[in-house]
Structure formats: structure tokens, C-alpha cells
């Protein structure tokens, strides 16, 4: 086997010196589910064919990660097994027909095979509304091991998910086992304790993972998606288990150079945000009210914080922030040099165009709704 090797060149992905393939632009940020892409037999047979086919568990994952895509179509990762909710929201986002999607096993092996060039984009699960951060890929950004330095946030979508315990077992009572992605499990909570105490509870990979585990154990139920009792021939025991109604998950799209131009144009709704993560002197009384305050000086609005252990010393962290603005832009631009002042570091995660706005009035349009309803009545 020759050896492998990669490098970067004006933005080129290189194979031994060939040209695999350019990045090209992703369509426009989309948001909620994915029924615009036809009936749910339609979106099984496209994850279907839109997969290549996943490598064994027993082969090394990070191997797999960066090996280059065979497709001469622009390539898509996300975490697999396919029908995942990280496939339905890739599919939400890229047309199988101009993209090959193709699953990876863990949300790492996403961040490898951007990183190395091996795909033009990944799909990453961010936060979920009702359980929060996905600690697992703001993990893989606070990049300790300074593995992912041209891994970049280029966009947002949005998937609603409503989970079902899958199965082969005829009811919940020859159930012994539930499988599914600590997310899933996290988003499901009051169903669980309501029905399901006592019975083991298994983290894996990713809810499609569980799914496919479970077709092989009658004794065993899965948490994943109603896709994914189609694709793995489960039955569905209970659907909508979820703890709440509007559970939404936010996924990021990732890609090895940043977003830099400013958008001249926003659609209706759409928001430029910039994510990016510092680190302040933990021995300095008030450094991270002095960093937050930067924001509030510069007229920025933050939509989202978080943090996650540094692992250099005990209790030393490393914070994150999402705010509206682009990096591309003066006002921004002034804002990071003053918070640089107050950081013992900053790194620019990239700026994207955001839906949320547009969500937000459709979620205030159904309370309304809801509202007037209940006037009514
Ligand atoms: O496990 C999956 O299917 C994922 O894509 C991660 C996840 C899990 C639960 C909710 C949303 C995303």
C-alpha cells in the first residue's frame, strides 16, 4: 500500500498531488424536519442509496475517519449508522443527487475526515433544546489536542425529533435491555421513569447504532427514530416518548476553512452568528465577567454559553460563546480584539447564517395560534 498523503493547497484538497475535490458552497441554512424531501418511504429509500456502506465495528474508526471518499460527488459526513438523526439532518440540509453522504462512527471520526480533507463537509449534533449541549462535540471543539485546527463551523440546521422505543419483542414486558445515544436517552427522561424503571439502559454510538443492535436481540428495545425502525424492519412500541413536544435538535455543518465573507444578503429570519471559544486566568477575580462584558460594550447579543473542563488543571475551564455578528465585519472585528485583551486565549469557530429568528416567530406564531384557540373556545 503506497503511503497516504494529504495536503492543503489554496483550499484544494490534494491526493498525492491530484485534485479530489473543491469545496463547493452549501445551500442556504434550511430548518425543521425533512418532509420537504417527500413521503417517509421516499427519505428511507435516500438514505438508502444516499449511504455508503458502514465498515465493520471491529475496524479502527479513526482509520476509516480520513480516508478519502470514492464518490466524485462532493462528500458529506455525518454520524452513522444512515438514518441517524445526524443523516436525517445532513439530508435536510444537502441534496443526495449533488452530495454523497456518507456515515462515519462516531462524531470524532466527523471532525477526522473534515479535518483531513476526506469530505468537502460533517454534520454534527450541537445542542438539543431540552437536554442542552452535545458534550461530545464541544468536546472535539475545545480541541486539546490541537487536531482540528482548519475545522470550522460553516452552518446551522435544524431537525425536530421525536423519538419511538423500537423492537422486535412483541410489548415493553420482554424488554431486558434499551439502547440508544446518551442524548436520546437524556430527552426522554419522564417516559423512562414513568415506564421503563428497572430495565438496563445501554449507551452507543448514535440512536440508528442502537437501532441496528437491536434487530439482532429480541430482548432488547432501541430509542431512535420511526426512519429508523423502517430501515432496521423494527416495530415501533411507543412513538412520541420524548419529554417535550417541540424537541429540536441543532446541528452544526462543518468545513476546513472558515465562512469568511460577510453575507451581502439575508433571507427573512436569517441571523449572522459567530461561534468561538476562550479561556481567561482563573487567579483573576472577575476575568470571565470582564470577557462577558466585552460583548455587552460592543452591543452584541449572546445566544448561547457553555463550558467544558480544560483538562490542563482541575477546575479550569474552557468557554464557549455564540453571539449575533459576523467575524467579517468591523463591529466584530473591534469586539475580539478588545475580548483578546481579557483571554489567555480565543479561537474564531466561524460565523454562519442562523434560522432561529425565523423559528422562534413560527414557535410564537403557533402559541398565538394556540392562544386565540383557547379564546375562542
Ligand atoms: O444518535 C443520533 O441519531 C444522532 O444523530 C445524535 C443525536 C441523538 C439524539 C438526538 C439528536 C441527535
Known amino acids: 500500500m503506497p503511503e497516504i498523503m494529504w495536503k492543503r493547497d489554496r483550499n484544494l484538497v490534494t491526493y498525492c498531488g491530484t485534485p479530489l475535490s473543491s469545496p463547493t458552497p452549501p445551500p442556504s ?5 425533512i418532509s420537504h424531501l417527500g413521503t417517509p418511504s421516499l427519505i428511507v ?11 465493520s465495528q471491529y475496524q479502527s474508526s479513526s ?13 458529506v459526513a455525518y454520524l452513522g449508522p444512515r438514518s441517524s438523526y445526524s443523516h436525517q439532518a445532513a439530508l435536510g440540509r444537502f441534496d443526495p443527487a449533488k452530495y454523497a453522504l456518507e456515515p462515519r462512527t462516531t462524531i470524532a471520526d466527523v471532525f477526522i475526515a473534515v479535518q483531513a480533507g476526506a469530505v468537502a463537509y460533517g454534520v454534527v449534533p450541537f445542542e438539543n433544546s431540552t437536554n442542552g449541549s452535545v458534550v461530545f462535540t464541544l468536546d472535539l471543539f475545545c480541541d486539546r489536542a490541537r487536531s482540528f485546527r482548519d475545522t470550522f463551523v460553516h452552518g446551522v440546521t435544524y431537525l425536530d425529533v421525536h423519538h419511538c422505543l423500537l423492537s422486535s419483542a412483541a410489548s415493553l414486558s420482554s424488554v431486558a435491555r434499551i439502547y440508544s445515544h446518551p442524548q ?17 439502559r445501554i449507551d452507543v454510538s448514535s440512536t440508528s447504532k442502537a437501532a441496528q443492535i437491536v434487530a439482532g436481540d429480541a430482548g432488547a428495545a432501541a430509542i431512535a427514530s420511526k426512519i429508523a425502525a423502517d430501515v432496521h424492519g423494527l416495530k415501533v412500541l411507543a412513538a412520541n416518548i420524548e419529554d417535550s413536544a417541540d424537541n429540536t435538535t441543532r446541528f452544526f455543518v462543518l468545513a476546513a476553512q472558515p465562512e469568511l465573507k460577510a453575507p451581502v444578503s439575508k433571507g427573512p429570519g436569517e441571523t449572522d452568528k459567530t461561534f468561538l471559544s476562550f479561556t481567561v486566568d482563573h487567579k483573576i477575580p472577575g476575568a470571565l465577567c470582564d470577557s462577558l462584558k466585552v460583548f455587552k460594550d460592543f452591543g452584541l447579543n449572546l445566544t448561547s454559553i457553555s463550558s467544558r473542563p480544560s483538562r490542563l488543571l482541575p477546575w479550569d475551564y474552557i468557554f464557549f460563546v455564540e453571539f449575533e455578528g459576523h467575524s467579517d465585519t468591523q463591529d466584530v472585528q473591534s469586539a475580539l480584539d478588545e475580548l483578546r ?13 442562523d434560522h432561529q429568528r425565523e423559528r422562534e416567530e413560527g414557535s410564537r406564531d403557533r402559541e398565538s395560534k394556540v392562544a386565540e384557540n383557547g379564546k375562542a373556545s
Open 29 to 33: 441554512a434550511t430548518t425543521v424536519g
Open 63 to 75: 482509520i476509516q475517519a480520513n480516508m478519502p471518499s470514492t464518490s466524485p460527488l462532493p462528500s
Open 45 to 55: 429509500r435516500n438514505m438508502v442509496a444516499s449511504s455508503v456502506t458502514p465498515v
Open 341 to 353: 485583551k481579557c483571554c489567555l486565549s480565543l479561537r474564531v469557530l466561524g460565523s454562519y447564517k
Open 184 to 200: 436520546a436517552f437524556g430527552q426522554c427522561e419522564n417516559w423512562l421513569g414513568a415506564n421503563a424503571r428497572g430495565i438496563e
